[in-house]
Structure formats: C-alpha cells, structure tokens
C-alpha cells in the first residue's frame, strides 16, 4: 500500500474489523503502529492532524539517557533510555548520530562533580555506550566551543549523547508501520469511542477533516496515545474524567551557528532555576533551550513565552562570548510535554513530577499510554501493544522492534540535509534528472529543492503547505521568515500535484503567514 491518504480511506472503507485502533500519531502513536504491524496484527492509526505536528516535531532533538533525571535520582529510566538510545542508532541510522557536549567549568568542585555525574552516565549505558566523559583543559574547551565565555573558565568537560530530527523520524515510523500492513491516516479527527452493550470499547468514530465523511471502525483493543490530549480522547469514553496530564511548555530558539562556533554542543547544567539548558548545532543552525513552564491549559500551537525568551537568552549571554539578541532569533518555537497531573499541594514544580510514562486501563477497556519521552518511544510501544494484546484477547506474537530497521534506514552518510532521508535521497534525486527544473531552489539561501516538494505529496503524505515547510523539511523551525519567502512555490508545486485550485492556494499561503507569526519576534 502507497503512503497517501487515498490509499488509508479505501483500506478502512473494506476493512470489517481491526485488531488495533490507535488515536494519535505522534511518537509514542507512531511506535505503537510499527509494534503493533511488525507483529503481525491489523493496525489502524488515526491522527487529528499532520504527524509529529504537536510535541513530537518540537523536541531538543536529543537522543539521550537524561542527565538531569541522573541527577535526580531516576536511575531506572535513564538506563532505559540509555539502552533505547543505542537501538535509535542502530535501527534508524539515517537520522540519528552521536553528538559531542562540552560542558564549560568555572570552578574545580562542579568540574569534578560533573565528571563524576557523567562517568556513571557512561558506565549505565554497557555496551551501548557511544563515547568516553573526559576532562579537558581550558584551551581545549576554547578550541571545541570557540565562541564560550573565558572569563574565570578552568576547563570542562566533554560527554557524548544522540541527536535525530524529530519530524523526520516520525515520518519514518508511520512509513514503516505502513509497510508492514499497518493503515496510518492523517487529518482525521476521533470523534466518539464506540462500546457493548457491557459498556467495553469495541471501536471507534472519527471524521475525514478533508471531505467532512464519518467513518465508523471496530477494533478489538483501541489505544488512546495523543500526548497532551489524553484527557481530551478519556472524557469522550467516561464524560466525568479527572485530568490525568498537565502541560509543561519547552521553548527553544533557533540562531545562527557563528554563536557556537564548531560541531560540538554546549551544555549548560546549572541555570539560573536550576535546570539545564542546551545549545545544539542542528541543520547548520544552533537550537538553545529548553524551558519547564507548567501550564494550566494544552493547545496544538502553544506560543512561547515572553518570560521563556528571555530566559534563554540571558543564560546564553553568561557563557557565550558575543551572545545572540532577539534581532538574531531565526525561530523559536514550543512544545508541550504531557506530564503527570500534580496533586492539589503540588503547586507549580514540574521538577518533581515524572518523566516516565504511565500506562492505563480504563474500566471500558480503553488503553490510555502518556508521558515518557522521544528516546522511549519503542519500549513504550512494546509495553502498550502487550497490554492491547491482553485486552482484545489476541493471538499473543512477540515483539520484533528491537532489531527492525525503519524506513530510510541507510549507514552511508549524505552531505547536508539529504542526510535525513536516508536511502530515499536517491529517488528523489532521480525526480531531477527526469525533469531538471526540479533541482531548482526553493530559497537562494537554503538547500531545500522543488524535488522534494513533488516526492512529499506522492510518498510522505502531506496535506498543507505547513507539514511540507514544517515537518517534511524542517525550514520553519531554521527561519521562520526565510520559509514564509519560500511557501508559495511550494504551494503551487502542491496544488498541480494535488489537482487543487487557486483558491486552496490563497487559504493555504494566509494560512501559513499565521503561523509563520507564532514563529517570529
């Protein structure tokens, strides 16, 4: 079966019965679908809107065991996502690799405390591990990070972790659900959970966002996986629901890489409210963040705040030499994390709530998986589909994650962003030599090709100019004002592909000048 949306609606239209409906296609969805069809079971997986569009493209883009959680006890998850990060690289090599983190010292006790903390990161990898923590001098800290403050630095330290493009690894992930006989949809909204008369679910309701059709599915198990939305999905099943997930907003912003300096990342382990802050070169950009901000409410785009910016602008100017202001924000952008809801006398610390993710049954049925984060998504997986096993009283097949390459998968490395599309890079290429006009840019500045505007409507199931400009390629989150420069060739390149008019392309371009403004300072 192709990846396009045409394709999903003809297979729900003949299909009875599904063994596994999931309602959300973010990572954690996305994970699930490709367990559930490596398994062998027949997968459904129906998403509001584009994939990756909310937490799951908005991430620090690392793959990592979390140092912070190290620090604060939580050895247990960081050695599992430690051993989750050494699969990321073996089975999706293609958009994922080891990053170099130098952290910057300034006095001898947090030099040798952090060495400590970071030698025992080490060491709870095994065999999985990807690089040797070392001390370095202050001349060897300049040399690796040659735009750091070295006013009073002593040395540092050097540490290595993992780096992936989010969006692209989503992607991924539905591609190779898809290929395995999973059925994956996009713009569909789940509108009702269908039950028995026992009052056990046995199905689902949701509606084509582009035609307005109802549809109507069984499925012996349904899986509720939408992140800062699970409440949203639990009160359709059980109308007096207590809300399970409260948001926590991460803010990054996007600069250029002259701030930095050369390929290895800073890592800022003590700010001003005893967080961590990270400034990561990623698609020859620096990414800076992230913040912790509790939240009282969840929304698909949250805007970041004032309050945020500024944060992460006045700790960068502590430890870069010549540091960015806000003319030299290219982007910035925030994600919400679903985090365990406090509890009454909680107030507002998000240190203390888990980051681990909580797997649940309802009284109905419904399986409901939230929290946890990027690097865990497979062993959330593993442990949902177990459970939905269990529920719809399936044939049980064990799980074949652990060592199953994802789509894209290819250990030859490209030059620039064709990296991240792995082994498809090729094809689309060859859209090219077919038709040279293709190879032309989008934006003099960027190496983004029409190409791949063409190749994304065909294979990569996109929908708007936004999921193109967002997600498919990441220049929003690069340059937020660039893209805007580059939306209406893309739009027409979509519109020909897609057989839309005028009109569509008008809506679309006022529709992504919008967003391009949430973007923007």
Known sequence: MKFTRNDSLSTIENTKEWDIAIIGGGATGLGIAVDAASRGYKTLLIEKHDFAKGTSSKSTKLVH???????????????????????????????????????????????????IGLKLYDWLAGRLRIGKSTLLSKKEVINKLPKVNQKNLIGGIQYFDGQFDDARLALN?????????????????????????????????????DTNKKYTVKAKAVINATGIFVDDILKLDTATHKNLVRPSQGTHIVIDKKFLGKEDALMIPETSDGRVLFGVPWHDKVLLGTTDTPLNEHKIEPRPLEEEIEFILNTAADYLENPPTRKDVLSVFAGLRPLAAPKDNDGNSTKEISRDHKLIKSDSDLITITGGKWTTYRKMAEETVDMAIAVGKLIP??????????????????????????????????????????????????????????WSCRNEMIYNVEDFLARRVRFLLLDAKASLQAAPRVAQLMAQELGKDQAWIDAQLESYKNLVANYTL
């Open 397 to 454: 097949k064990d799980c074949k994650t652990t060592h199953l390459p994802i789509h894209g998968y290819s250990t030859e490395k490209r030059a620039g962003h064709w990296q991240v599309y792995g082994s498809d890079a090729e094809k689309i290429q060859a859209l090219v030599k077919e038709n040279p006009s293709l190879g032309n840019k989008l934006h003099p500045d960027f190496e983004f090709i029409e190409a791949e505007v063409i």
């Open 173 to 209: 992930l539905g591609q190779t659900a898809c290929e395995h006989g999973a059925t994956i949809l996009n713009y569909a909204e789940v509108t009702g959970i269908l039950k028995n008369g026992e009052g056990k679910v046995e199905g689902i309701e949701f509606v084509d966002r």
């Open 65 to 115: 065991g979390g140092v912070r959680y190290l620090a604060n006890g939580d050895v247990k998850l960081v050695i599992s996502a430690l051993k989750e990060r050494g699969l990321i690289f073996k089975n999706a090599p293609h958009v994922s690799f080891v990053q170099g983190f130098v952290i910057p010292s300034y006095n001898i006790f947090s030099k040798y405390k952090f060495l």
